[in-house]
């Protein structure tokens, strides 16, 4: 990734949280927190500059990329505490990361969806299809994650 690039993303966020924060001091009522397809579209690009893996193109199924050893990869991504993981499908490889306002992330959670799924086993199915409230299990997960099934870092 080029100083360039990283330089127009913390600017282009810059401007974002600028803008939030201008509609929380008009509206203090509401958090007008940046999540939903925006959010989505940021961790995806994010997740391509930072890891070796190719973003399919337009809107799929399930996925989001491909790694670079062929396994599908869906990407999951938040400004706050809340990632989700679905409860019909387990993807080949999950990464959940956690933005910054300075165009920085953290990684929550890169490795195989079966060890997420595998600890959702004993939750009943939502009427959403997506399993909540994971940050706390995804950290704990990602500890015991061997670096040969994570997607490598570029």
Request: proline residues 6%; hydrophobic residues 35%; aromatic residues 6%.
């Amino acid at each position: 990734m080029t100083i360039e690039v990283q330089k127009k993303i913390a600017e282009a966020l810059d401007q974002l949280f600028g803008a939030v924060a201008k509609l929380r001091d008009a509206f203090p009522e509401k958090p007008f927190t940046p999540d939903g397809r925006l959010v989505g579209d940021i961790g995806e690009a994010m997740a391509s500059l930072h890891y070796d893996l190719t973003l399919n193109e337009g809107l799929t199924k399930h996925h989001d990329a491909i790694a670079v050893d062929g396994r599908n990869v869906q990407i999951k991504a938040t400004f706050s505490n809340h990632l989700t993981f679905p409860v019909h499908h387990v993807p080949d490889y999950y990464l959940g990361i956690r933005l910054r306002p300075d165009g920085s992330f953290e990684e929550i959670y890169n490795g195989p969806g079966q060890l997420i799924a595998e600890g959702l086993a004993r939750r009943k199915p939502t009427s959403t299809g997506l399993h909540g409230n994971l940050m706390g299990m995804l950290k704990r997960i990602n500890g015991e994650v061997p670096d040969t099934e994570r997607i490598p870092r570029r």
